[in-house]
């Protein structure tokens, strides 16, 4: 698989629009009920998803995509640096980051029937180690926030 999805992107736009549909630019959270497409190592296989959306009566599907933008990697590499137990590893996975900046990472489809979102999703590898490392501070963040370590709660 590449390591920028803008073309995939551009290809999706141009198929859900040749089959008549609109596209809606949204994120599709974790909070709505959902079901996720199983692509069975297909990367084709968000053509079905497009055309079963179709079959189902959508007039519409939802589209987000995530480009790794520099402002937010420098604020992660800043996050680690400051994190109470930085890792020299998660560091140099930060820096070579750089080298997808400005790549297209992540791609959700979506499209709803009878309350609940069909979702389609797809990432690179670099924005899934991307993710890795923000949930990474996101947790020493947690944990300087709410101001409890182990030893106090015994």
């Known amino acids: 698989m590449s390591d920028d999805l803008s073309s995939l992107k551009d290809d999706m736009n141009a198929f859900i629009l040749g089959h008549g549909l609109s596209r809606f630019q949204g994120y599709v959270t974790e909070d709505v009920h ?6 069975r190592d297909n990367p084709e296989s968000w053509k079905d998803f497009v055309e079963l959306a179709k079959k189902a009566g959508s007039e519409f ?4 995509e995530e480009v790794l933008q520099r402002d937010e990697l420098d604020y992660l590499v800043q996050r680690l640096q ?6 020299d590893e998660d560091m140099d996975e930060a820096r070579w980051l750089r080298n997808h900046v400005g790549k297209t ?4 489809l979506g499209w709803p029937h009878q309350g609940i979102m069909f979702l389609y999703e797809v990432s690179t590898e670099w924005y899934e180690r991307y993710q890795h490392l923000l949930d990474l501070v996101e947790d020493f963040g947690s944990m300087a926030i709410d101001g409890t370590d182990l030893d106090d709660e015994r």
């Open 82 to 87: 400051h994190a109470n137990y930085p890792s």
């Open 61 to 64: 599907l939802s589209m987000d």
């Open 34 to 39: 959902s079901v996720m497409w199983d692509p």
């Open 105 to 108: 990472g992540f791609i959700q």
